[in-house]
């Protein structure tokens, strides 16, 4: 998958969201990140899944997740997993997953270095492990770092984090790959960034920015999705 490409097109649609306010990323963002990642894998063919969609079964584990569904052929009778009660699975593997999205903004506050500015980075960093168990070979984090200092960038505290539990971590897919955004408040810019489990040799975690773009000039929050 381009990971590039994917991010691309999700900032370019962020920007031209001018229904949002930066002061406060409560459900109104994550509906927005949401659909856009739902639209992307409609367009690209997939199924996708999402926590707030309004279909049964419709969350998946993780915020957003892109599937492959395996069909029936045409005369051949669906599986009920062994069960004669009229269940209809294909008989086919169900479902096999292509990406997962976790979308988490953490907690904002006034000062640095104090509990809100500790669990800010927490609670992103636990969605973050959500991702790393799931079986996919692409992963997408999305985050912000508010207007706390030391947290963005590439040398800041949550790319440094992620790749330190990248490091940490045993169960990696030598396919599996990473997309991480960020939402920078004190510049005013969405990044991204991508990693990689090596092939082969230390697995270094590597992040390498794919690029950046400003937030929208104008910001009407009186306006609604």
Known sequence: MDLKLLFDEFAASMVRERSLTTAERLSDWSAAVKSRFVRLGQRRGYVPFATDDRRKSAAYLWDVAWTVEDKLKRGQPPSGAGLDVGLKFPTSPYRRLVLTMECEWGRQGQRPHTQVFRQNLEEVFRDFYKLMDSRSSTKVMIYT??????????EGLFLRGFRQILLDYTAHSPSDSYLL???????????????????RGPRTF????????NYPRRWDPSASL
């Open 181 to 199: 955004i960020e939402f920078d408040d004190a510049t005013r810019k969405i990044r991204g960034y991508t990693t990689a489990v090596p092939k």
């Open 206 to 213: 590597r992040m390498r920015q794919l690029g950046e773009v």
């Open 145 to 154: 770092t508010w207007l706390y200092p030391d947290q963005a960038g590439e």
